[in-house]
């Protein structure tokens, strides 16, 4: 999938999306995206109620992952830390959808989630083509820039992204798998998106 991969290219589509002068609700969509780097099914399909703001955690029920239909069945949830900027943006959307099943209802009626064209038209008007960034983009720009700038272990990533195990454990997610490191790891890239939306120096962060 297309997507913006260099430390200047993130921090000017991060300005982009600031200034987006569509929905509200569409630009919180953009940004939870950046933020929390899920795929955009899952973000459309997030609902209030798997939602722990005392916690800082989103909890996506495991039928709603990409996985074998048996695992979507008896798998665990995956869980997502979320960042005090992710946070803020859902206490943004509140007022706007709180009433709403959705955290991103669709515009046609009630029950329905955001249509999956949404966030892609949304970065067309922003004038990034299809060749250039995509919703799903932003899973491959928060893998490369984690990798590259901030020193996490590869392990660490891919259990965030839910990307399935090989080997004997197969789907078999374990809750607290790597969760320290992971909301280390999540608080530190929304820190590091602010550093780049706000033009900061985009030297890598290496230890």
């Known amino acids: 999938m297309a ?20 929905s509200p609700v569409t630009r919180e969509a953009l940004l939870l995206s950046a933020l929390t780097f899920q795929r955009p099914g899952e973000i459309r399909q997030m609902e209030w109620a798997e939602l722990d703001f005392d916690n800082a955690l989103w909890t996506i029920p ?88 901030l020193n996490v272990a590869p392990d660490v ?7 399935g195990k090989s080997g004997p454990l197969g789907m078999a997610y374990d809750r607290a798998e790597f969760m320290t490191q992971r909301r280390k790891m999540m608080n530190e890239w929304a820190d590091y998106l602010d550093k780049l939306r706000q033009g900061a120096d985009v030297v890598p962060l290496r230890a």
């Open 157 to 163: 990533i891919e259990a965030q992204l839910a990307h």
């Open 62 to 149: 495991a039928v709603k992952m990409k996985r074998t239909k048996q695992a979507k069945m008896s798998g665990r949830p995956h869980y997502v830390p979320l960042s005090p900027q992710a946070v803020k943006s859902l206490q943004r959307l509140k007022p706007l959808t709180g009433h709403h099943k959705y955290v991103f209802p669709s515009l046609l009626g009630e029950g329905r989630r955001m249509s999956e064209n949404t966030v892609n038209t949304a970065l067309r008007r922003m004038g990034y083509d299809n060749e250039t960034m995509t919703a799903h983009g932003f899973r491959a720009m928060a893998r490369t820039l984690i990798v590259e700038n």
């Open 3 to 22: 997507a913006v991969l260099t430390p200047k290219q993130a921090g000017q589509l991060l300005r982009d999306m600031e200034i987006y002068n569509g």
